[in-house]
């Protein structure tokens, strides 16, 4: 996964995005909505790892980086994609108890309680 996110950022994508977009990259709502989404096309780790030099190059404060942890944590709540946790235990319960969750089960789940953690941490951020 390292290896593919350093040859998307790269190849200039995500920074051609971000500009057609006009996104503000200092914004909490934005560095929490992008690390959801992005987590659940590709691991959180390595997006983290190529997000944070960039938000540190911004010059970003403390609570812009706790942004980027939280939306990067809570986008495992989303769906099976969004944390490698998630397949290994959806795995495991389909082997040893012949159980199974599908995606659009969790995905039920996973909307409202990713959208309520992340209206929590929002909050939380703007009385910092």
């Known amino acids: ?5 350093e040859s998307v950022w790269s190849s200039g994508y995500f920074q051609n995005l971000i500009a057609d977009l006009r996104l503000n ?13 992005l987590s659940q096309l590709i691991s959180n780790v390595p997006l983290v790892a190529h997000y ?3 938000l ?8 812009e980086m706790m942004a980027l942890a939280a939306g990067s944590t ?3 709540n989303l769906s099976i994609l969004g944390a490698p ?3 290994i235990v959806i795995q495991n319960a ?13 995905v039920k789940i996973g ?6 953690n992340a209206l929590a941490y929002w909050l939380f951020f703007q009385l910092l």
Do not use: D
């Not at 990259?25 to 690390?35: D, E, P, Q, R, T």
């Not at 389909?94 to 969790?106: C, S, V």
């Open 85 to 87: 946790s998630n397949v």
């Open 74 to 76: 809570i986008a495992g």
């Open 94 to 106: 389909e082997k040893k108890a012949g159980q199974t969750l599908t995606f659009w089960e969790l």
């Open 56 to 63: 540190s190059h911004l010059g970003t404060a403390t609570k």
């Open 52 to 54: 944070l030099p960039g």
């Open 111 to 116: 909307i409202p309680l990713t959208t309520v």
């Open 25 to 37: 990259l200092h914004s909490v709502g934005i560095i929490m909505g992008v690390s959801i989404a």
């Open 1 to 5: 996964m390292f290896v593919l996110m």
